[in-house]
């Protein structure tokens, strides 16, 4: 490896040479944003040298990212990568991990290509390496976003002490029906908010240096409007009016280029009749030229070829020459660039420029992770044994998971449970390592790490207290209709009989959301519900305890349940964690960052809709020929924001610095907050604006500001928030992006449905 270094850099000095003589104007206009702090004058200079030496099959290599067969992600595998690796056909790997394995690889491109470029390592590292954090919704209805870059940073810490370099997240994609299963792995349906969290993950995965060893490369995926997927189905079409496209999905996306995150992922839909991997619109015109992103794009799996059924285009070839001429840089297991650019480049259909820049992109991001300077730098065994579930990541996993709980309902304080209560728990997710740690769990193990609920119980308050039974089975492929089985009801309701309480775990199996688990009914799946009504029978308080990965329809439980705690999918602690909240050594906090809807007939339902020119009057018992349905109100069941604690708040003393904001002038606003129930707790202070007028239509409110705030219990605490004229910007009539002068409301309290208001205008 030595003597290779060496050769590379006599080599790069005499290219230098050359190069300031026959400098390449397209190769020195990518440069590093500032964040990523890397010299880039040197780091420019060695890549031009690189790339002068590099043959056309070197190059193509670089663009390849194939999938180790340690963990399999999608429907293809090439078996044949290691001798790919050598032969220096890839560039890239993916689902590797572990210091010995990844060095092991490593090896095999450094010392057996001609040049010994570095690998790079990609995984998804979404909410955890190893020790599993909630799932990404649990984390964001956290509404803290220290804690959620905490996770990330912690994730980076242990991901990149396995070899790791890259992980494919965020996943920052608006998210507003509940039927998509991948609604689990963003941060809800809030556009604001949105942003925030996808900063905040950026940050944690990429610090402050991607020099430091324990940085790892973020991905921003999936580019674009994956959310907005027709009825809710995965991978289905996608048809936007460019207003929707800029207000509600492309922000979190521009957040990320702001936040210097340093790849794109391509999305496997289409958008308006282009398929996401082949559109120009997105790729160049808005993500390069417009946003100035300087990273590289990499595709979804396979989303090269998916063009081919997308029907924009015939073959393979043709859709590999889409893909690298709108920008794509990186082909996910696809092989259609290792196959058919050097064709396409013989044949004049694919600039050697244009791969250049691309290859440019690649080798800039290894020289940032300094690869070149040592390729087995993340590597390192003893690091991977230092850094692997420690404590203090453990710790933070069981923080961060009480914080995401949110309390859908509590009557009569049924929680907290006192610890000498006889508890019948019931629910096979009461018992179940696997659905603990949810979808996309990284490396985190199936078995043995995670903490059930049940595990966690017994902690807190000992086998002798508890009477535990399964109760139903479930299965991924359920409706709730299957509910012929009750052979587990008997056993339940017997240990329902013994005890004070009954907590009932329920939900979906982790493997019902997330990619490609799309549902038609939101219910509880499977026979919970029925169990759940014989439970009731015995006039028992039933605590219910949600592990799921989505919003479900929830009007009956809501009705007949004495509390309802949303516990998500919470990860390694998770069992711990629901334990802490239901014996009260932690209280609840979390705010759902995603509506829920009384029925899927609402669906897609989300707080900052339109007014509509027949809005309802809800002061009205019957509103004809208004926008409404017959069978149910047009409110959700749950508002977004929305969340109890053990303690109450009360908002008080509102008050605006000013009436007036001018693109020179902000407005501060503050509230009072008293804390005024039993408990020290925190309260998520929500401000949302309404644009009474505008060019086009304006939502009936929208959130522009949050805080997360510990308040002691009888104490008060003044909040303050500012609004600039930033903040009442929008896409107006002509499409530009400006504020407009008139009157706005302001609402501030604990959720979307805030009623303390004040006014202003802009000028
Ligand atoms: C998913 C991506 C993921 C990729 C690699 C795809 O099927 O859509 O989110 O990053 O696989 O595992």
Known sequence: ????????????????????????????????????????????????????????????????????????????????????????????????????????????????????????????????????????????????????????????????????????????????????????????????????????????????????????????????????????????????????????????????????????????????????????????????????????????????NEMVAHGIVENNKDAAELAINVGVDMDLQGEVYSKYLKELIEEGKVSEDQLNITVRRILELKYALGLFEDPYRYSNIERQEKNIMTEEHLEAARDIARKSMVLLKNNNNTMPLSKDTKIALIGSLANSERDMIGSWSGAGKHKDDPVTVLEGFIEKIGKENIFYAEGTKLNRYMRRTDASNKSGFNEAINAAKKADIIVAAMGELQSMSGEASCRTDLDLPGNQKELLVELKKLNKPIILILLNGRPLTLEWEDQEMDAILEAWFPGTMGGHAIADIVFGDAIPSGKLPVTFPRSLGQVPIYYNMKNTGRPIDPNEKVNPYKSMYLDNPNSPLYPFGYGLSYTTFQYSNLVLSNDHITNTKEIRVSVNVKNTGEYDGEEVVQLYIKDLVGSVTRPVRELKGFQKVFIEKGKTKTVEFELTGEDLKFYDINMDYVAEPGDFKLFIGCNSNATLSSEFTYQ
């Open 1 to 304: 490896m030595k003597n290779r270094v060496i050769l590379l850099l006599v080599f790069a000095v005499g290219i230098y040479f050359i190069s300031t003589i026959y400098s390449n104007s397209n190769l020195k206009e990518s440069n590093l944003p500032k964040s990523w702090k890397v010299n880039d004058e040197i780091i420019n200079l060695k890549i031009d040298s690189l790339i002068k030496i590099m043959t056309l099959d070197e190059k193509i290599g670089q663009t390849v990212l194939l999938t180790s067969t340690r963990d399999v992600t999608g429907p293809s595998v090439n078996k044949n990568y290691e001798r790919l690796i050598k032969e220096g056909k890839v560039g890239n790997i993916f689902n590797a991990y572990g210091a010995e394995f990844t060095k092991g690889l490593q090896k095999m491109a450094v010392e057996n290509t001609r040049l010994g470029i570095p690998l790079l390592f990609g995984y998804d590292v979404i909410h955890g390496h190893k020790t599993i954090f909630p799932i990404s919704l649990g984390e964001s209805a956290s509404f803290d976003l220290e804690a959620i870059e905490k996770s990330s940073r912690i994730a980076a810490i242990e991901a990149s002490s396995e070899g790791l370099h890259w992980t494919f997240a965020p996943m920052i994609d608006i998210a507003r029906d509940p039927r998509w299963g991948r609604v689990s792995e963003g941060s809800g349906e809030d556009v604001y908010y949105g942003c925030e969290v996808a900063k905040a993950r950026i940050r944690g995965f990429q610090g402050s240096d991607l020099k430091n060893i324990n940085t790892i490369l973020a991905c921003a995926k999936h580019y674009a409007a994956y959310g907005a997927t027709q009825a809710g189905r995965d991978y289905h079409t996608v048809d936007l009016s460019d207003r929707e496209l800029r207000t509600t999905y492309l922000p979190p996306f521009k957040a990320a280029v702001d936040q210097g995150v340093a790849t794109f992922m391509t999305s496997f839909n289409e958008l308006n009749g282009v398929p996401a991997t082949g559109n120009k619109y997105l790729l160049k015109d808005i993500l390069r030229n417009e946003w100035g992103f300087k990273g590289f794009v990499v595709t979804d799996y396979q989303s090269i």
